[in-house]
């Protein structure tokens, strides 16, 4: 994986090319030819609210998910990387039907255009092979068919004093087959270190439907806030913590949870 010269060295490094735990949102940065890494991520999160189609959070059946994710990427070149991502979801919902089983499988790849003076731009594509299905209204929840995922994905390196960070800013639109709708997708980062070896990261993931989906699928939008840290317990492994929170939408279950992940380098 390339950064820019003299912003970053040793086990800082593993932050860049994951910046949050959840697939499809790697950022652009890009692992070095013949460099791989595996993140085992865990998350937990409740919804006893839902968000009505004006916007306004109302009562609502609990929902809770536990997700789990083992992403592996893998450098071919110094400018692509090759993505794969099985996952794992639970869902229970009060008063409804309950399910365990496989989760989404991502197989993608992401392409390194641009490495120049700390900017970074890169192109994402990703296919998404569903496990268990549910038709579930709610928008976090719905899972029937394939989606397909294709994104611009833009980074930059920076110091503040001595310390070091970056911000990051992607783009993406979804096509979801079946009756539920496409989604267009636009998700920002900020991490900065408090340290050698401990960076604070905060993302804006933020989701709206192309319209409204076929039969009982509305339209939605919902913004996620996911703010946490990153530790480097060595220099090939390295610990998240976090907690995330639905801030608004519409359509959608306000969702507030945490997360976690290890990340081993290889």
């Known amino acids: 994986m390339r950064v820019p010269t003299g912003l970053w060295s040793g086990p800082s490094l593993a932050l860049f090319a994951l910046l949050v735990p959840t697939p499809a949102k790697a950022g652009p940065w890009t692992m070095a030819k013949g460099d791989g890494r595996v993140i085992v991520s865990a998350i937990y999160s409740h919804a006893g609210e839902s968000y009505d189609a004006s916007g306004e959070a109302r009562q609502a059946p609990d929902y809770d998910q536990y997700q789990a994710y083992f992403q592996t990427e893998f450098g071919i070149t110094d400018d692509l990387t090759l993505l794969f991502t099985p996952s794992l ?3 229970t919902v009060e008063q409804g039907d309950d399910s365990t089983g496989l989760g989404y499988t991502e197989i993608g790849a992401r392409y390194k255009l641009i490495d120049k ?11 998404f092979i569903p496990g268990v299905r549910r038709r579930d209204v709610v928008a976090q929840i719905g899972s029937t068919d394939p989606q397909y995922d294709a994104r611009a994905q833009a980074g930059y390196g920076f110091k503040i004093g ?3 960070g970056f911000v990051s800013a992607e783009g993406g639109y979804r096509y979801r087959a079946g009756d539920q709708p496409n989604e267009v997708n636009g998700d920002f980062t900020l991490g900065l270190h408090a340290t050698k070896r401990l960076m604070f990261i905060g993302n804006s993931f933020n989701t709206w439907s192309d319209g409204r989906g076929g039969g009982i699928f509305p339209s939605y939008r919902y913004s996620n806030i996911y703010a946490g840290g990153v530790y480097d317990l060595t220099d090939r492994v390295s610990l998240q913590l976090g907690g995330l929170a639905t801030v608004s939408g519409r359509n ?3 969702e507030r949870g945490v997360y976690t992940g290890l990340w081993f380098k290889f």
């Open 89 to 91: 979801r639970r869902v």
């Open 117 to 127: 003076d700390g900017f970074v731009v890169s192109l994402q594509g990703s296919g």
């Open 162 to 164: 001595k310390l070091d």
């Open 252 to 254: 959608a279950l306000r």
